[in-house]
């Protein structure tokens, strides 16, 4: 009944009566079976869709209930007849058996969801869009081979199966083909016929029914089969999504339109942006107007379109929303039968009989911009599941794709909804497989459609020469450029695969190639700059675009070029329409006449730094990389005659991208300063590893392409003509010409022009790694990209992967040849693996490589200078050797013999000679030297191979004749023009040139060995006459000799001089040294330190090898701490890092103190959540057992005077109030909390703790005034026992009890008017007093105040609460601090197995003893009666004295907590009425060792009652007569005891493991309570606690004067302790437990852990996927956040998953961390792989994940996709980060070292 609710009453009947099998019977007989379904949906679908107009929009229960009665009906009524037609009997039975005896399907096309992970193999997969689902690819070879792993954005399907897709491999174990060659090809005739028949009769409407009704326009009607048969008149204010508006403004909007709360807004809004549409008002049509006119009206504010609101039949709605529903159905029923799933395909895309004649999916395709996103997401889901999982029926909707894609890609870019959601995103799925896609080129022409239809939509922005020319661009103009790209997108998808076979491809690609063209002749030379020389550019020109479109051609244009070269017909002609192209956009000019060195040629009067000049030369470069191809194919030798370059010369080839290359040059040199910053982002792009493949490199080939086909010399003038240092050669007259007719910048300048120049020829001859210009593979160049990027630094893979050029299709090749050329060096703990170069690959070094940028040069040079020097070689660099040219390119070596180059090089030699040049600079020089080394090299290797009678390259011969080209203004001086021989000789004699010695001694070598090569042939030319001469060689030796001896005399005297003025500074101040001197003589006899050294104990005999902590016999003090200071007369001095001044440390001198951070934490909480968001919901003064929350502190250790640090914060909150009106506030602390950063350290703190030593006198250096007797017994200094029978522990908790039961009566008294005047104190009220009372301690008033200002804090953080020093818990926090910070330093050593003496760090030591000295100096701050007050509730509590109210049993409580608050609270009670006083040490040692006895002895009960035995421990044999023996006993005795006195059954029988068991559950709280003793009396730890061995417990146990074995106490005390015991024991929280009702911790405590995460992280990611948004419907989340403390997946970034906290709206990490962790968040995000770290409301960074891949690095973002496995280091060093509470410091450094002005919106996370 409950499913009728929703229905009118008259229809309820109905409802209940209803079966679908006779609905089914009655449309079997119906003739007009389409008219029939149509009647029964207009009926049913309004009124079964009335529970969806009515829900809720809240996800409360009601709208949950409303929800499943909703699917309900629509299965009952709608869906289910459909199944019992199309089965004619049970459906589920039906498709269960068609799902059985169907084959599975041959492709998986599991479509992915949102963040699910996807594998792709690097080695087989064809690109990278081909992927495997988890399932698939765990069964597949691939899970060997190197993959690549993502996470899904949503959409796209599994690839397995697919035989196109995968070059091996293609099927996983669950998809291969079947092998039963009877079983025949059709699916659908596996179908009985009858079914088959209803199916396509069924379809065929269902499909028609959907597409009507999801593109019907109509807002009020219905189409024409179906009706609305109520008259209601009900309407519904539909909203839909855009990608404009923002979450805030439809959240606002909504409030005021609908008049609904703000959850209820959000609720609203979330379902908008999930389904793209949702109903946000249900009633009359009025006021559905009305809400949409206040929406429109509040969202076309700020010059933005309004929200899209639409006023529907309440009927329209109801069919809409099952017509996604019937296609959803649909999609489930085709799942369990290929038979059904070929129906579905051939009714889908069957034409219809409309004016369109379109498919009932075609027309979803063609309306679906105008769909909304749910109704997109549907029928994309159907078609995924259908059409493109049938290779015919894909081919068919390719087709018809391919047909109105100018339609589809229009309407998407009108449209404003993301790609994802859009059908061009289909694309994908079509254009990668390389048959349809090479089909859909030749039978529609596709490549020249989109070509022309991405030019088309750049008409607008073309100038008059037809250039495009692209204006800084409105935000509506961007997103229409932004929806461009993606046209581009699709280009490349169809040109990923080479055709094999090209038949008819070849005319349609060059159709397309043509387009190509007219779109590369409007990029080439587009957006010209010309240089400005008066003054600056006062606006920036639009840059960005141009570079964008030149990145997004680049992958284009190298696909289209590996096209070309797969058949040498579509090459050929390619470059032929390539060369017509260029010539059509060739610039005419007036030509000049240049001669040099008898060289003479024509060129144009074009001068760079004048005339207008581009950096876009798409045409240029891809005839040079074509050029290269016909060289590589060999097309040029078989042919020659088919490559003619018409009305191309090589001059105006290489014009072009020439005048490129000197633009870069003169903006080098600094030319250009004035053009602004968007020609220097341009020159930084062309040769950026993102572009330079397609454009740096380019125009060096087609330089180098120009050079081979030109005359050298004139190839030469040509450069030297267009980079302008044409007039510098040919005369003498230039250097003279500098400083008169020659500006010093005009200098700078060309010297810059020419070391480029020159850099420029070394390229253009050295540079042959490219296969069709050199001989060489892929391999060859990928494997010289790695030696020079491995020759600056060693590398990490990722920083390796970045400098390596990558393409849309192939990968850099990296791996295939990197453990060849460097060794793999593993990572740490930090850091990342890196590879190191290989010594035999030094010499393949090229220390002018052209990738190199000014920077990287300088640092490879370095680096190998260095470790030349390491390997004691000569520091030089000559060029690596060379690979041979191909023949096309032999004549390219020529230019290295060129007269013009010759004489360039000659001129440049003169200029270094001359020491009043100023004309050359070093780096030239080194330029000169490379290209002669580069000629000589070119020279030795064509002697060797080819003799000297073949060999044409005659470069040392030229040397050896005078410098050509100024022969005639030497001969008119009266001299001889020198030879470059000559002149490199003569630099040798130049000292300016020590640097360059070693480069000119290995090239006049090499001169050398030539010489002797060609001498053996008899033709080598006469020497010039040389008269006998040291060798260079030896000449370099003395003269390093004779350097090296100067330097040594000019040490010596240097030495004496210092020497000298010392003795005679000691002369002058000689009392002043011999002071200084003593006093450090001192220091060092008292082993003091004043660094930060930790305390060392030196182990020593007698008493000090043994110290004892506590009682009338605890040893003296140990070491001073850290930092501090002892001088001879005992003051103790520490020094201010503010001001650094020294100050003694005492408690009437100046204050000094620490900084501090204190923090709340549940790193050893039991159950986090029970208090974290409250502290007061438990009692703080008896802490519970399982530490719900604590307060800890942490200390960097540095010291300031108290009044240093308070003018230090005052000044960092004035800077702080005045950054209010910056652009941001300070991320990094918070200044309201009173947080601060160190001013040394920049660690986080929040206050300062007063610094305070123990009090370290020995108990016997203190005069006491007592009775005789009593002192005649502390003078004798007894042993401890002979003090236990002195003063037994009955006698001791006797007077105490009676001075606490006085205390209480006068505490209850003190509120009554006049009540303490009769009060009647007990009997024994002052008998502790018996061993004396003392005055309390004095404080100066800058020390109080800093008392008062910790306990505020430690009161203020950990109670969440407004400061305020008069309340009564103030104390009680300080106590606490102190006990929870010893207690997480403890865990975290006993975690670490580290022993305690010798573990702690400095930091932690000086924090410990800082709080050990404040905690009881506090007290002095604190009112007596509050003192008093929980002094009498904690010995109440040890007594369990029923008497005190809300007293809990030993089992609830933490006892360590206990101790401390007992001792540092104890001295309290020796107070009467308004006189403070204290006890003496004597009183006080006794009064220590007690109260730990005592509460050791309910700590050995705490466990006994709690603990759990393992009966399957090995059983120990020990003799019966060892001393262990007898311990096993008297603790099993005491167990029993305990087990009858708690009703407990004994359910242990082994005596060894209940002693194991204690021993282990007993050592933290010794561990902690030696700790506590240490740092707060002074007492020097045993040396033997430098171990973590079996021996510490004895060494605790004599430490704190317990015995070793503890039963003994409750022998000793017996009398004493057995009243307790029975009250212990008869609890009633025990009697709770005992019954199974309460939850106890057991010991000894576990320290908390972080989550067990997988060893792969894909499986996590697969995890994550699984998540949905527990308050959006099922929405898929996207970004799913795990908690790494609990395990606990949250949504964050979610509007819907905000929470309340503190009165404000936080994301899902934020409430969670601040339950989970008291505000601290550890999280990982799992899409992102990336650690977040949180520290309250509005703090977090993010944190290198625990997650590396094979080379050690981390992959936030999974930008490489290389497979990620658990580093457990990694963790481990994150989990202790946590355990150390170093999470808020880690977030303050990490937000200072990363200040920007955009910050994470932490708050929302």
């Not at 088919?642 to 191309?648: A, E, F, S, T, W």
């Not at 009467?1472 to 003496?1480: A, N």
């Not at 994940?1745 to 973002?1757: F, I, K, N, S, V």
């Amino acid at each position: 009944m409950a499913a009728a609710l929703f229905l009118m009453p008259d229809e309820v009947n109905r409802c209940v009566d209803f079966s679908a099998k006779d609905v089914a019977a009655a449309w079997t007989d119906e003739p007009d079976l389409c008219s029939a379904i149509s009647n029964h949906f207009s009926k049913y679908v309004p009124c079964v869709s009335n529970a969806l107009s009515t829900s809720s929009t809240a996800p409360t229960a009601a709208s949950i209930g409303k929800s499943k009665n909703e699917e309900f009906l629509y299965q009952h009524l709608l869906l289910e007849p459909l199944g019992w037609f199309l089965c004619a009997e049970d459906p589920e039975t039906v498709l269960s058996h068609l799902s059985q005896s169907s084959q599975p399907p041959q492709l998986c096309g599991h479509v992915f969801h949102m963040g699910e992970p996807t594998y792709s193999c690097r080695e087989c997969a064809v690109d990278p869009t081909c992927v495997l689902c988890m399932d698939c690819f765990q069964q597949s070879i691939h899970k060997t081979h190197r993959y690549r792993m993502n996470t899904s954005s949503g959409g796209g399907f599994c690839d397995c199966g697919d035989v196109e897709a995968w070059k091996h491999g293609p099927y996983c174990q669950q998809h291969r083909p079947h092998s039963d060659p009877g079983l025949p090809l059709d699916p659908v005739s596996l179908l009985p016929s009858d079914l088959a028949c209803r199916a396509r009769e069924l379809f065929s409407i269902c499909l028609c029914y959907a597409s009507d009704l999801l593109t019907w326009e109509g807002v009020d009607s219905l189409p024409a089969k179906l009706r609305i048969l109520s008259c209601s008149g009900t309407y519904c204010c539909m909203l839909f999504n855009d990608e404009v508006h923002t979450y805030d403004q439809v959240i606002y909007t909504l409030q005021k339109a609908v008049n609904c709360t703000q959850k209820e807004a959000v609720t609203f809004a979330t379902n908008v942006d999930r389904d793209g549409r949702k109903t946000v008002r249900v009633g009359d049509s009025k006021q559905c107007e009305q809400a949409k006119n206040i929406i429109e009206r509040h969202t076309s504010r700020g010059n933005h379109k309004p929200l899209k609101v639409c006023v529907m039949h309440s009927a329209v709605v109801a069919h809409q929303a099952f017509a996604m529903r019937l296609l959803a159905w649909l999609g489930q029923v085709i799942s369990n039968s290929e038979g059904l799933r070929r129906i579905l395909c051939q009714e889908g895309l069957r034409p219809g009989h409309d004016s369109e004649n379109a498919s009932p999916l075609g027309r979803l395709m063609l309306c679906d911009s105008h769909l909304w996103k749910g109704a997109r997401n549907v029928y994309h889901q159907l078609l995924m599941s259908s059409v493109l999982m049938d290779m015919e029926y894909k081919r068919n909707f390719g087709m018809l794709f391919a047909k109105n894609y100018v339609r589809l890609q229009k309407d998407f870019m009108e449209d404003d909804h993301e790609r994802s959601v859009s059908v061009t995103a289909l694309s994908v799925q079509l254009f990668t497989v390389p048959t349809l896609a090479q089909e859909l080129m030749t039978t529609q022409n596709l490549l020249k459609t989109i070509l022309l239809l991405f030019y088309d939509q750049l008409k607008d922005q073309r100038d008059r020469n037809g250039h495009f020319q692209f204006e800084r661009y409105s935000d509506s103009q961007d997103f229409h450029f932004r929806r461009m790209q993606n046209i581009l997108s699709d280009l490349k998808f169809l040109l990923k695969c080479r055709p094999m076979e090209w038949n008819d491809l070849r005319q349609c690609f060059l159709d397309g190639f043509e387009s190509l063209l007219e779109l590369l002749k409007a990029i080439q030379g587009m957006e010209p700059i010309t240089r400005q020389v008066s003054h600056h550019l006062e606006v920036e020109p639009e840059w960005e675009t141009a570079v964008s479109l030149q990145m997004q051609l680049s992958p284009i244009l190298t696909m289209v070029q590996d096209w070309c070269a797969s058949d040498e017909l579509v090459l050929v002609e390619a470059y032929r329409r390539s060369l017509a192209a260029l010539s059509s956009c060739q610039d005419e000019g007036p030509m000049e006449q240049l001669i040099l060195c008898g060289h003479s040629m024509e060129a144009g009067q074009y001068i760079v730094s004048q005339r207008p000049v581009s950096i876009h030369l798409p045409l240029s470069r891809l005839i040079a990389g074509l050029h290269v191809l016909l060289s590589k194919t060999g097309v040029a030798y078989q042919s020659p005659t088919l490559i003619p370059l018409g009305d191309m010369s090589p001059p105006s080839l290489i014009e072009q991208p020439l005048r490129c290359l000197a633009l870069v040059a003169q903006e080098r040199a600094g030319m250009w300063r004035r053009n602004g910053f968007s020609l220097v982002n341009q020159v930084y792009y062309y040769q950026n590893v993102r572009c330079r493949r397609e454009m740096f490199d380019k125009d060096i080939m087609m330089l180098q392409v120009g050079a081979s086909m030109m005359d050298p010399n004139h190839f030469i003038m040509l450069l030297l003509k267009r980079f302008e240092v044409f007039p510098m050669f040919g005369s003498l007259d230039y250097p003279r010409n500098i400083g008169s007719d020659i500006a010093k910048d005009a200098v700078q300048h060309n010297a810059t022009l020419l070391e480029e120049l020159l850099h420029l020829i070394i390229m253009v001859v050295g540079e042959r790694y490219v296969p069709g210009l050199g001989q060489v593979t892929g391999e060859d160049v990928v494997r010289r990209e790695v030696i020079h990027q491995l020759s600056i630094k060693p590398m990490a893979h990722s920083e390796l992967v970045k400098a390596l050029p990558e393409d849309e299709n192939h990968e850099t090749g990296l791996e295939a040849v990197v453990e060849s050329v460097a060794t793999f060096r593993k990572p740490g703990v930090t850091g990342k693996g890196v590879y190191v170069l290989k010594s035999e690959c030094m010499k393949n070094f090229n220390i002018l490589f052209y990738h190199y940028a000014r920077t990287e040069q300088s640092k490879a040079e370095e680096s190998q200078r260095k470790g030349k020097k390491q390997n004691g070689e000569v520091v030089v660099f000559p060029p690596p050797e060379m690979p041979p040219l191909l023949p096309m390119f032999a004549s390219l070596e020529n230019v290295l013999q060129a007269d013009v180059l010759n004489c360039v090089l000659g001129t440049i030699l003169h200029w270094v000679q001359d020491p009043r040049c100023q004309a050359w600079t070093e780096a030239m020089l080194q330029k000169v030297l490379h290209l002669v080394m580069m000629a000589l090299q070119v020279e030795k290797q064509q002697l060797e191979v080819a003799g000297e009678t073949e060999s044409n390259f005659t470069f040392s011969l030229k040397a050896l004749r005078p410098v050509s080209g100024w022969q005639s203004a030497a001969g008119s001086r009266g001299t001889s023009s020198p030879s470059m021989f000559t002149l490199l000789e003569r630099l040798q004699n130049v000292t300016q040139l020590d640097a360059h010695k070693d480069c000119i001694t290995w090239t006049l070598q090499l001169f050398e060995t030539i010489q002797q090569l060609r001498r053996k042939s008899g033709h080598f030319p006469s020497m010039v006459e040389q008269q006998p001469k040291e060798s260079p060689r030896e000449r370099d030796k003395t003269e390093c000799k004779r350097k090296a001896e100067m330097a040594r005399l000019r040490r010596e005297k240097i030495m004496a001089q210092m020497s000298a003025m010392q003795r005679h500074f000691i002369a002058e101040n000689r009392e002043l040294f011999k002071q200084t001197v003593g006093e450090m003589e001192s220091s060092a006899e008292e082993g003091s330190s004043s660094g930060l050294a930790p305390v060392e104990v030196s182990s020593g005999s007698g008493e000090d090898a043994c110290p004892v902590a506590i009682g009338p016999c605890r040893s003296g003090p140990g070491a001073l701490g850290t930092g501090v200071t002892e001088r001879g007369n005992g003051r103790r001095v520490m020094c201010c890092i503010l001001c650094q001044e020294e100050q003694e440390t005492s408690p009437t001198a100046t204050a000094m103190v620490l900084a501090a951070f204190v923090q709340r934490s549940t790193v050893m909480a039991g159950t986090r959540a029970r208090a974290a968001l409250d502290p007061g919901a438990f009692d703080q003064l008896l802490m519970p057992a399982d530490v719900p929350c604590g307060t800890h502190t942490t200390s960097c250790g540095h010291v300031m005077h108290a009044h240093c640090w308070q003018s230090f914060f005052e000044a960092v909150q004035a800077k702080e109030q005045r950054r209010q009106h910056r652009l941001r506030a300070h991320t990094s602390y918070d200044i309201d909390n009173g947080e601060f950063l160190c001013p040394l350290c920049q660690c986080i703190s929040n206050t300062v703790i007063p610094i305070l030593f123990c009090s370290h006198g020995d108990v016997g250096s203190w005069q006491l005034s007592f009775c005789s007797e009593e002192a005649q017994m502390f003078r004798q200094k007894l042993p401890l026992e002979s003090w236990l029978e002195k003063l037994p522990m009955a006698t001791w908790l006797e007077n105490l009890t009676c001075r606490v039961s006085g205390l209480h009566v006068m505490l209850q008294r003190a509120t009554e008017p006049g009540g303490l005047s009769i009060v009647e104190v007990p009997q024994g009220f002052r008998n502790i007093h018996n061993f004396g009372i003392m005055t309390p301690l004095r404080y100066s008033e800058s020390m109080q105040a800093m008392l008062a200002t910790f306990g505020t804090a430690a009161f203020h953080v950990g109670l969440k609460t407004h400061p305020n020093e008069q309340d009564p818990r103030v104390p009680v926090m300080v106590w606490n601090t102190c006990s929870f910070t010893i207690q997480a330093v403890e865990s975290l050593l006993h975690e670490e197995q580290k022993p305690l003496l010798g573990s702690l760090t400095r930091r932690q030591e000086s924090c410990l003893q800082a709080l050990m000295g404040f905690a009881p100096a506090h007290q002095n701050t604190v009112p007596l009666h509050v003192q008093q007050a929980h002094f009498i509730r904690l010995f109440a509590f040890l007594t369990q004295d029923r008497k005190i109210e809300a007293i809990p049993s030993i089992l609830q409580v933490d006892l360590f907590h206990v101790l401390v608050s007992s001792v540092i609270c104890c001295p309290a009670v020796y107070s009467e009425k308004c006189r403070s006083l204290r006890p003496t040490p004597l009183s006080s040692s006794i009064d220590d060792l007690y109260l730990l006895h005592l509460v050791t002895m309910a700590h050995i009960i705490q466990i006994l009652l709690t603990c759990e035995t393992d009966e399957s421990m090995e059983l120990d044999s020990t003799s019966d007569a060892c001393p262990e023996h007898e311990e096993q006993e008297s603790i099993f005795r005491l167990h029993q005891h305990c087990m009858q006195l708690a009703n407990r059954p004994n359910t242990t029988s082994c005596p060894w493991q209940l002693r194991q068991m204690l021993r282990a559950a007993v050592l933290p709280f010794l561990r902690c309570a030696a700790l506590f003793f240490h740092f707060l009396l002074g007492a020097p730890l045993p040396s033997g606690l430098q171990g973590t061995g079996p021996e510490q417990f004895d060494l605790l146990c004599h430490y704190l004067s317990l015995p070793t074995n503890l039963t003994m106490l409750f022998d000793t005390y017996r009398e004493t302790v057995d009243p307790l015991l029975h009250r212990w024991c008869n609890a009633e929280a025990v009697r709770s437990f005992q019954q199974g009702q309460m939850v106890v911790i057991r010991y000894p405590r576990k320290m908390n852990k972080m989550v067990h995460l997988p060893q792969d992280y894909s499986s996590l990611i697969n995890k994550a996927s699984r998540f949905r948004c527990p308050h959006s419907d099922g929405e898929d989340n996207r970004t799913p956040t795990l908690c790494l403390v609990c395990g606990t997946i949250l949504c964050s970034q979610c509007y819907s998953c905000q929470a309340e906290l503190d009165g404000e709206d936080v994301g899902a990490c934020i409430a969670h961390s601040a339950i989970c962790g008291a505000g601290i968040g550890i999280f990982l995000r799992v899409r992102e792989c990336q650690t977040l770290l949180l520290c309250g409301k509005n703090k977090g960074c993010f944190y290198p994940p625990p997650y590396l891949d094979e080379y050690g690095e981390t992959d936030q973002l999974l930008r490489r996709g290389n497979p990620l496995l658990l580093c457990l280091e990694r963790y481990h060093k994150l989990q202790r980060l946590w355990h150390l509470h170093a999470i808020p410091e880690e977030i303050a450094h990490a937000q200072e070292a990363n200040q920007s002005f955009t910050t994470n919106d932490w708050q929302h996370l």
